[in-house]
């Protein structure tokens, strides 16, 4: 631990992006000024972050007492090479998005930009906020910081998926708020039982008191905390609301959801399941669920006749993969589940983002009224065929390179189960392939239904070079491959020895 | 720790009287079990807390007679937490009563096509058995707030 200078880094990511928020409110006039404000944030936070994952990959979890009170008494924040690599995928979608938007804004006419943004520009601050919640989760050690997390994230994504307050962003965000508030209140409960079983919400001292409680007990305090972390994770059976209050959100607000929220829930339950509750007691039901998450998720999708619906649907079904990974709980599992969620992040945000330009170019995104993108607009059809066949996992792309690895280590696990659901993936990723061949060859290849192309519009360059600039990022991904599933490898190995992070936390032992 | 029966029992009740709400289609009852439910976990928390003490007043109070001062800072982040949360859902249900004068959370997409799909599956039938007729009737209203369109099979 002589790393000093790295640990000041630890609590930026959510500092600066609070911090750009405030300024960002208080130039809501100057939009200019404003879209400066939150760039300069967010790049800002992205260089942090990788500067973290450098840092925590040579010296180890770093970590800072919030205030200086000791890490029984205050707020613990730590961060170490799972967080760390979080933090870094998180800030780059995010900026994304947000050249995204910026460029969107800019070509938008007055009307739309009427209808987009509320009475205040309120979407960039909001933004920032949200990144700060979602970063707040990623480098917290304390379980009750870890619901204020989720807390400030959850807010500000009702404030983006109501944006202009339109009747259908109203019906879906009703139910979307109503779900994740039932979330909170679950997650809220678990936190309560647990510092009444324990004494504390710290979580390295958790994991060291709760070795001590009776198998029962930590059966339902686990069970608990999975089942609130799955409601946001959108698991198999509690998947229900996504896809029917992401598709209503304007496009980089779905995309950016897509990307974040439901991967928040996906690093809770590797953290709480790997740190606070270890052994393989849940190790049949989390298989279970990934098995029904990925084939009720994909035969959802194959079903759709909207490819923004269609996309959400197999977001679901993706979230089985990481799922399954977890569940395997060996090194080899959770390092590969470390990459899938990285290269799932990426990609689902790029395809949200390109799905946003066809909606913009063809006046929609329902299959039964697009054709003939391919030959109308060539640089779209490039820019959705490499992420859709990098999601299905075709060779040499990362979604191939995270699925063989899950395969693998359901291999190793050798049980009916595990093989089971090697075929269950094996199939999903079928079905992925033939739902996006589905959009491939209805909106891209025949010809187009509707002859009105004059309806069709220019897509403003300021969209489409950021969503280009995801697209390679994701196939960076597929380049780095190697080094990435090094780190991802050592995260997980800490993770499962466990004794690296609470030491991080507890240099001088646990009291 | 001995945990105070009392203050369980409150919990168990505003947590099943907040579920009972919240299983209403009216945003409103919802809203008031989201409350409710949010209460139900402060008060768990305060049962976390253990038994009551003094105040936790460093210096003034012995330290074996405190109350763990814990919990109650985090049941305090939990109430502005849900306050913050109400306010937001109260816009929202007055943004949904300007837009269509009800309280009723409307059916979603999915919920419309299944209902779509079900008329179309029972409309031939009509045709050969008009007996059924005055069953079928009401799928011809269009599926809008709370007419909760289940088609008979």
């Known amino acids: ?511 | 720790m001995i945990p105070n029966l009392t203050l369980a029992v409150v919990a168990g009740v505003l947590f099943a009287t907040g579920v009972y709400l919240l299983l209403a289609r009216s945003i409103t009852r919802a809203l008031l079990g989201i409350v409710l439910l949010s209460n139900g976990a402060n008060v768990l928390l305060l049962v976390a807390a253990g038994p009551a003490g003094e105040a936790a007043f460093y210096g003034r109070t012995p330290e074996s007679d405190m109350s763990d001062p814990l919990p109650q800072a985090m049941v305090l982040t939990a109430i502005v937490i849900t306050l913050g949360m109400t306010a937001f859902i109260l816009a929202m249900a007055h943004r949904s009563w300007q837009l269509s004068q009800t309280d009723i959370v409307a059916d979603d997409v999915e919920d419309l096509r299944l209902v779509e799909l079900a008329v179309r599956d029972v409309a031939p039938h009509d045709e050969e058995r008009p007996d059924v007729d005055d069953d079928a009737a009401g799928d011809d209203r269009p599926p809008g707030p709370g007419t909760d369109a289940v088609v008979e099979p």
Do not use: C
């Not at chain 1, 339950?269 to 007691?281: E, H, K, V």
């Open chain 1, 1 to 511: 631990m002589t790393g000093i200078d790295w640990d000041i880094l630890v609590p930026l990511p959510v500092v600066l992006a609070l911090a750009g928020a405030g300024v960002a409110v208080v130039v809501t006039g100057r939009i200019r000024l404003q879209r400066a404000v939150s760039v300069v944030t967010l790049s800002l936070v992205l260089v942090v972050a990788l500067a973290l994952l450098v840092g925590a990959d040579r010296e180890g979890p770093l970590s800072v007492t919030v205030g200086g009170w000791p890490a029984r008494m205050g707020v613990v924040l730590i961060v170490d090479r799972l967080a760390a690599l979080m933090l870094v995928v998180s800030a780059t979608v995010t900026l994304g998005v947000l050249l995204y938007s910026i460029g969107q804004g800019a070509a938008s006419t007055d009307e739309e930009r009427a209808d987009e943004q509320a009475p205040l520009p309120i979407f960039h601050p909001t933004m920032l906020v949200l990144s700060a919640g979602v970063s707040n989760t990623f480098i917290t050690g304390d379980l009750f910081n870890l619901y204020v997390g989720f807390e400030i994230l959850l807010a500000s994504s009702f404030v983006l998926l109501t944006l202009g307050g339109s009747a259908p962003r109203i019906r879906a965000g009703i139910s979307y708020v109503v779900v994740s508030l039932l979330a909170s209140v679950i997650l809220l409960s678990a936190i309560a039982m647990l510092y009444a079983a324990t004494g504390t919400v710290n979580m390295a001292q958790m994991a060291e008191r709760l070795d001590a409680l009776p198998e029962g007990t930590r059966l339902v305090l686990q069970l608990m905390l999975l089942v609130a972390f799955a409601v946001k994770a959108a698991v198999f059976p509690m998947f229900g609301w996504l896809p029917d209050s992401y598709p209503t959100a304007p496009a980089p607000v779905t995309a950016v959801f897509a990307g974040l929220l439901t991967k928040v829930g996906v690093y809770s339950i590797m953290r709480t399941q790997t740190l606070l509750f270890p052994g393989d007691q849940l190790t049949e039901l989390l298989m279970w669920a990934a098995l029904a998450t990925m084939l009720v998720g994909i035969l959802g999708a194959v079903a759709q006749d909207d490819i923004k619906r269609m996309l959400s649907f197999t977001l679901v079904s993706h979230i089985g993969f990481m799922l399954f990974g977890v569940a395997v709980g060996t090194a080899a599992g959770i390092s590969a589940a470390i990459f899938y969620v990285a290269h799932h992040i990426t990609v689902q945000t790029t395809l949200f983002l390109v799905i946003g330009l066809i909606e913009r170019y063809g006046g929609t995104t329902s299959l039964t009224r697009l054709g003939g993108l391919a030959k109308l607009a060539p640089v779209l059809a490039v820019l959705f065929f490499l992420p859709a066949m990098n999601l299905a996992g075709i060779p040499p792309f990362s979604g191939f390179l995270g699925k063989a690895g899950l395969l693998q280590a359901g291999a190793e696990q050798a049980t009916w189960l595990a093989y089971l659901l090697i075929a269950g993936s094996v199939l999903t990723s079928l079905l992925t392939l033939y739902a996006i061949a589905r959009v491939w060859s209805r909106a891209f290849w025949q010809p187009p239904i509707e002859p009105a192309t004059e309806g069709l519009e220019r897509v403003p360059r300021g969209m489409t070079l950021p969503a280009a600039a995801l697209v390679a990022v994701g196939l960076a991904i597929t380049v780095v491959a190697g080094p990435l599933f090094a780190v991802t490898d050592r995260a997980a190995a800490d993770m499962l020895e466990r004794a690296p992070y609470i030491d991080a936390v507890f240099p001088g032992g646990v009291p």
